[in-house]
């Protein structure tokens, strides 16, 4: 084999290898660059979801300790109110204990051994009772 023959034989393999390259890289049928590509997308989606999600925690907590503040002010405003340590009248706790057992469909009231005109006696369901 001459020289001459080895160096063409050479320069053909080198460019049968440089064209097989071009056209893996360009069609890119093992979708290397799509994967890549959707990797990418992914983590931006998942940094943008996690950002909307601790906008939405700290709006919802934000939110939350505005509300208990308010109810704080308007239970302290209705506990400084003339007459809000007055016992009930009777006719009007009746009224309201029958008010909220048909809006809870039970009992809410306790009658059993306890004065209904303090206002003290323990009503079912609050929170505050024992």
Do not use: W
Request: charged letters at 25%.
């Amino acid at each position: 084999m001459t020289p001459l023959r080895l160096a063409l034989g050479g320069a053909a393999a080198l460019v049968l290898i440089l064209v097989i390259g071009i056209v893996l890289y360009n069609f890119d049928p093992f979708g290397r660059r799509k994967n890549a590509e959707q990797r990418a997308e992914n983590a931006t989606t998942q940094a943008v979801t996690s950002e909307v999600v601790a906008k939405a925690t700290d709006t919802h907590h934000t939110e939350t300790i505005v509300i208990r503040e308010r109810a704080d002010r308007a239970i302290q405003t209705v506990d400084r109110a003339p007459g809000a340590d007055d016992p009930i009248d009777l006719d009007r706790r009746a009224t309201l204990c029958a008010a909220l057992a048909s809006v809870r469909n039970s009992v809410v009231c306790e009658t059993d051994g306890d004065d209904p005109g303090n206002s003290e006696s323990p009503v079912q369901g609050s929170e505050d009772a024992p």
